[in-house]
C-alpha cells in the first residue's frame, strides 16, 4: 500500500450561490447559468405543478405564498446569498403590492436577500432612467393587461405592447418569433423595451436588438439575474445596456 497519495489536484474555487424559485413549466435553467459567473452556482426548486393555462389565474398560483415559503425554504440549505423568485407574471399580476408581500415572503422563510423578477425589472428602468417602455409579451391580453397596471404603479407607461397570446408551451418560442413581435412593440416614443416571461429565450437576441432598434432592450432573465448578482456585489456576465452601467448594490441592500 502506498503511504502517500499526492495526484496533483488544487481545491476547487469557493462557490457563491443563488436561490432561484421558479414556475413548474420553467424549461431555460441554461439560460439562466448563462448570466451567472463561473465562480456562482444556481440552486434551483420548482413551485408545485398544476394544470391551469398560462392566465391570470395561473400566474396568481404561482405567487400563491405559501408554495413560495416553502420553496425558499428549500434552497437555503446550500446558503445561496440571495433567493430569487424567477417569475415574471407571478410576480407582477397581484400589482406593486403582490410583488412586496412575495419579497417578505420570501425574507420571512429565511431568504438573506430576496428579489422578484417584476422587482428587479422596476429596478433596472431606474437605474435606466426609463420611465416610458414599449412590452413584448408571449400571453394573452388579459396577463399582459396586468403587467401594464404593474408598471403604471411604479410611474412607468407603456406606450405600446404586443402579445403572442399563448396558453401554454412559452419555452417553445424561438429566436424569430422574439424578433418578430419584439418588430411589432416598439414605439418611437419608447425609451426602452422590455421582454416579459422568464420562460422566453433571450440571451443571444439582447445586443443585436438593440443596435436595432438604438434604446436598451430588457429581458426577464437579464434583469432577474443582475439584480440578484448586482445585490450580491457581482457583475452579470453578457451585454447589454443594463450591464454596462456597473450599477450595484452592497450585499443586504434593499
Not at 420570501?106 to 414599449?134: F, N, Y
Not at 396577463?143 to 412607468?156: I, K, S
Request: with cysteine; aromatic share 6%; proline share 6%.
Amino acid at each position: 500500500m502506498p503511504t502517500e497519495l499526492s495526484v496533483g489536484l488544487t481545491e476547487p474555487d469557493h462557490q457563491q450561490g443563488i436561490g432561484v424559485v421558479a414556475p413548474f413549466d420553467f424549461a431555460l435553467d441554461r439560460e439562466l447559468w448563462r448570466w451567472a459567473p463561473e465562480d456562482v452556482s444556481l440552486y434551483l426548486t420548482r413551485l408545485p405543478f398544476f394544470t391551469t393555462p398560462v392566465t391570470v389565474e395561473m400566474a396568481v398560483a404561482c405567487g400563491d405564498r405559501r408554495a413560495v415559503r416553502r420553496a425558499t425554504r428549500d434552497v437555503l440549505t446550500p446558503q445561496p446569498g440571495v433567493v430569487i423568485y424567477a417569475c415574471t407574471s407571478g410576480s407582477f399580476v397581484e400589482g406593486a403590492t403582490g410583488e412586496e408581500v412575495l419579497r417578505r415572503t420570501m425574507e420571512d422563510a429565511g431568504a438573506p436577500v430576496a428579489c422578484t423578477t417584476s422587482g428587479a425589472l422596476i429596478a433596472a428602468l431606474r437605474v435606466l432612467g426609463v420611465s416610458r417602455l414599449a412590452i413584448a409579451t408571449p400571453y394573452v391580453e388579459p396577463v399582459t393587461r396586468r403587467l401594464v397596471a404593474y408598471l403604471a404603479e411604479h410611474g412607468v407607461s407603456t406606450v405600446s405592447s404586443e402579445g403572442l397570446g399563448l396558453l401554454g408551451n412559452i419555452w417553445r418560442v424561438t429566436y424569430s418569433e422574439v424578433v418578430e413581435i419584439v418588430r411589432a412593440a416598439d414605439n418611437p416614443a419608447a425609451e426602452a423595451l422590455f421582454i416579459s416571461c422568464t420562460n422566453v429565450p433571450t440571451y443571444d437576441l439582447i445586443e443585436p436588438l438593440e443596435q436595432a432598434l438604438g434604446k436598451p432592450v430588457l429581458t426577464a432573465n437579464q434583469v432577474t439575474m443582475w439584480a440578484a448578482l448586482r445585490a450580491m456585489g457581482r457583475d452579470a456576465v453578457g451585454g447589454g445596456s443594463l450591464l454596462a452601467s456597473h450599477d450595484r448594490l452592497a450585499p443586504g441592500a434593499a
